[in-house]
């Protein structure tokens, strides 16, 4: 893989197995968070559905047009959802902390997540006893997409060329590693190479090979 200068590397479902925290169970908690709040969730449906007409996807987009119109703080929602988590599934892994870290003497590294930073902080403790900034890794989280009031999730169209090109890589020369089969098919239809994984152990065999 020396022709790989850039690697992206998705968060839940490969740097821990998606069955220790799913989505239903990360979906859930938005719910239970809304509720908190005082967040009103009766529309969600009508809202996620007017979002995806306009091309936006995920979860985190409907809770941002909710928040905007109700002014609540999307942030606020993000760690209200962490409190009600459970993380107390994943376990410490510090060998692949210091994979990616040889990965990154070599090439540029960044954790790309469609995920909160404020989650990714959470499964950094966990994972490697160490917030996000105590890693020393390069991020980006689904707070780093906003733009004109949207958050750009990874299986959008263009949105992995773009951020290769604001890393200062191409996308042929540019690895995405994640388990999620729509992003791995707009990786592939962006150019990128790609590899999709099922578990944390294959993502820790493809960090060997790029060493």
């Not at 996620?48 to 999307?74: D, S, T, W």
């Not at 169209?157 to 729509?182: E, Y």
Request: charged share 25%.
């Amino acid at each position: 893989m020396q022709e790989v200068q850039a690697v992206f590397i998705d968060c839940d479902g490969v740097l821990y197995d998606v069955d220790l925290l799913t989505y239903e169970e990360i979906l859930a908690a938005c719910q239970t968070a809304r509720q908190k709040l005082g967040l009103n969730w009766d529309d969600f449906d009508k809202i996620r559905e007017k979002e995806r007409q306009k091309g936006f996807h995920g979860v985190y987009n409907v809770i941002l047009q909710m928040c905007q119109a109700q002014k609540i703080p999307f942030e606020t929602v993000a760690k209200e959802i962490v409190k009600v988590l459970d993380y107390s599934r994943i376990g410490e892994n510090p060998k692949l902390l210091d994979l990616i870290h040889k990965v990154a003497q070599k090439r540029k590294v960044y954790i790309f997540t469609n995920n909160t930073y404020a989650h990714l902080n959470e499964i950094f403790m966990r994972l490697f006893h160490t917030d996000v900034l105590g890693t020393k890794l390069n991020f980006i989280t689904i707070e780093d997409t906003l733009l004109n009031g949207r958050f750009y999730t990874k299986k959008m169209p263009g949105v992995l060329t773009d951020w290769c090109h604001k890393i200062g890589s191409k996308p042929q020369n540019t690895l995405m590693i994640d388990d999620t089969l729509d992003i791995i098919q707009a990786a592939q239809e962006q150019g990128l190479k790609y590899a999709h994984i099922q578990n944390a152990q294959m993502t820790q065999d493809i960090l060997k090979q790029l060493i």
